[in-house]
């Protein structure tokens, strides 16, 4: 049930985001009218795939305004016939203007923009500076002469395919989730009702001979599921692509992330994680299914919604290379970290301890998110992008022909301890002097005391000696006291190498449990690893691991380095 609060934000959001702040009007006395006092202000930018969302006064309570003005009468008599417009020249017509009949002295006026951006605004491909135009336009005395005054405000459009991560200004950042704190716009690249993917979604359920998925039956679900991921890995879809480049805009820094549609990764050849995950979330809504998207700092992997409300998750970066049930598998043992918190551990039968660690971000209900304005992008029938999709997908009927009929495997129960290899398989365990042990895989160049420079760096691993892969380091800092500590001990030693460190430090989900470290390492004042860490706080000091990789790359390592993590002991 909707409180009194919330429903009263409600109905003024529906009324143009408009506000009346009330004076005494037995105060007002008779003088000369004034030029309104103004605050005007954009956001620091519009997302183009958003364009649904900006023009929805309700969605979010009416958050997502492309304008803001609150415009005070400082004068002693009245503004009559108050009007506002607004317009972004080339992208949005000039709206309907908002009349107030009366703004009294002191009174201030709060009114908000949302432009009604066309569908075209999806051809846009770049980032440009756009202006706000804003026309406002008032009477001193009822029915008498009117004046009017038109400001421009700057904003940045971005392009369709550009996600930006969060809108909240460096100086209001608190935490790792305000980093992702507009994360939930990825809604609007599932688009189940793309002509396409409704198409692939009817291919892929007469390939397997009909679907009767959306009717709840679990082990329908599970099949439906399976043969979407064994189709797609038949198309030659794989892992891999770009990731997110830092940008600053309107005093906001983000990551904006060149994100593709799900009709442009089934045509194509790869796609990265939470690409991945939108193509799939699409083809089981468009299927009738509820789907949901699991978030961390890295990464992402989509799930269905089970009619009992658990998740069935699949690990879509491991689509054309691993078996669907294998997927499955490894995606069960991150969800259940995410669920828990971040952590989550069980012991085998053999006695032995498994653990697993996430940085949670959100788990997105993308059905939630689309009927709460989050809308996603319109798209039109293309009948080329349709004959390459017939194409791949007879390709994908040959490939498929040769192999061998999947068996029904039973649905892994979320809750119940998944198994897992005891050691990391082709690999060698590494000791440290202070007492932590992990395997690491045998074609890694280990080093001991890598750089004398830093002491607290006992050893390091690499998996290309000169660099560009995946490396591990081990640190130990003795008498450090908490893992901020150490943190601030190591960067002063790094900074006399001239190498600097942004970062996020994540407290233990429990006493006595490990922290999470994530970050980026840069040089000359540019960006060069992007790492993630693993500590452990006691009596004697704080030691752990971090794992990096140059900008782009660690995402790829996720598996091997959760594998990694499972082994420490």
């Known amino acids: 049930m909707r409180t009194p609060l919330k429903i009263l934000g409600l109905l003024l959001?529906?009324?143009?985001?408009?506000?009346?702040?009330?004076?005494?009007?037995?105060?007002?006395?008779?003088?000369?009218?004034?030029?309104?006092?103004?605050?005007?202000?954009?956001?620091?930018?519009?997302?183009?795939?958003?364009?649904?969302?900006?023009?929805?006064?309700?969605?979010?309570?009416?958050?997502?305004?492309?304008?803001?003005?609150?415009?005070?009468?400082?004068?002693?008599?009245?503004?009559?016939?108050?009007?506002?417009?607004?317009?972004?020249?080339?992208?949005?017509?000039?709206?309907k203007p908002q009349i107030f009949p009366e703004v009294l002295p002191g009174q201030t006026v709060v009114y908000c923009y949302y432009p009604d951006f066309p569908d075209s605004i999806t051809k846009r491909r770049t980032s440009d500076r756009e202006n706000v135009e804003i026309e406002i336009s008032w009477k001193d005395d009822e029915g008498g002469e009117t004046?009017?005054?038109?400001?421009?405000?700057?904003?940045?459009?971005?392009?369709?395919?550009?996600?930006?991560?969060?809108?909240?200004?460096?100086?209001?950042?608190?935490?790792?989730?305000?980093?992702?704190?507009?994360?939930?716009?990825?809604?609007?690249?599932?688009?189940?009702?793309?002509?396409?993917?409704?198409?692939?979604?009817?291919?892929?359920?007469?390939?397997?001979?009909?679907?009767?998925?959306?009717?709840?039956?679990?082990?329908?679900?599970?099949?439906?599921?399976?043969a979407a991921y064994l189709v797609l890995g038949a198309t030659g879809i794989r892992y891999g692509g770009t990731t997110g480049m830092p940008v600053e805009s309107g005093g906001v820094e983000t990551t904006v992330q060149e994100i593709r549609l799900p009709r442009e990764i089934v045509t194509g050849s790869a796609g990265l994680c939470i690409e991945l995950s939108n193509l799939f979330c699409s083809i089981f809504e468009a299927e009738g299914l509820q789907s949901a998207m699991f978030l961390t700092n890295n990464h992402a992997w989509p799930a269905v919604i089970m009619p009992d409300g658990s998740y069935l998750p699949v690990e879509s970066t491991m689509v054309g290379t691993a078996s669907f049930d294998e997927a499955v598998q490894a995606a069960v043992p991150n969800t259940n970290a995410h669920l828990s918190g971040g952590q989550w551990s069980y012991t085998d039968q053999e006695g032995k301890l498994h653990s697993h660690s996430v940085i949670p971000m959100g788990v997105l209900h993308l059905r939630e998110l689309h009927a709460q304005g989050i809308e996603p992008i319109e798209l039109k029938e293309n009948p080329d992008l349709r004959r390459r999709l017939d194409e791949v997908l007879a390709r994908a009927e040959q490939v498929l022909s040769q192999q061998p009929e999947p068996q029904p495997q039973p649905d892994p129960n979320p809750n119940d301890p998944q198994p897992q290899p005891a050691d990391l398989p082709n690999s060698q365990p590494l000791a440290t002097s202070f007492g932590m042990t992990m395997s690491v895989p045998n074609n890694f160049q280990v080093l001991r005391t890598p750089i004398p420079q830093i002491p607290s760096l006992e050893l390091a691993a690499n998996e290309i000696p000169d660099g560009g892969g995946l490396g591990i380091e081990f640190y130990s800092v003795g008498n450090a006291r908490s893992l901020q500590e150490a943190v601030t001990f190591l960067e002063g030693q790094m900074a006399q190498m001239g190498v600097t460190a942004q970062y996020q430090i994540q407290p233990p989900q429990q006493e006595g449990g490990p922290s999470v470290i994530v970050g980026q390492s840069f040089a000359n004042g540019q960006a060069q690893l992007e790492w993630i860490g693993v500590f452990n706080t006691t009596n004697q000091g704080v030691t752990g691991v971090i794992f990096n990789a140059p900008l782009g790359k660690l995402e790829q390592y996720n598996n091997l380095i959760q594998q990694m993590v499972a082994t420490i002991r």
């Open 13 to 95: 959001a529906v009324a143009g985001g408009l506000v009346l702040l009330w004076s005494n009007k037995d105060e007002i006395e008779s003088g000369e009218s004034a030029e309104p006092s103004l605050s005007l202000k954009t956001p620091p930018y519009l997302m183009s795939c958003a364009y649904k969302t900006y023009k929805d006064p309700t969605a979010q309570q009416g958050r997502f305004w492309a304008a803001k003005v609150v415009l005070k009468n400082p004068g002693e008599t009245s503004y009559h016939d108050l009007e506002i417009r607004c317009q972004v020249p080339g992208l949005a017509e000039w709206c």
């Open 147 to 226: 004046t009017s005054l038109t400001r421009e405000l700057p904003v940045e459009v971005l392009g369709v395919s550009q996600l930006a991560y969060t809108d909240i200004p460096p100086e209001e950042i608190q935490n790792l989730p305000d980093y992702y704190a507009t994360s939930f716009f990825t809604a609007c690249f599932v688009t189940p009702n793309d002509p396409i993917i409704r198409y692939l979604t009817q291919r892929i359920q007469s390939m397997m001979g009909g679907s009767v998925a959306n009717s709840g039956d679990p082990e329908e679900i599970r099949k439906f599921m399976r």
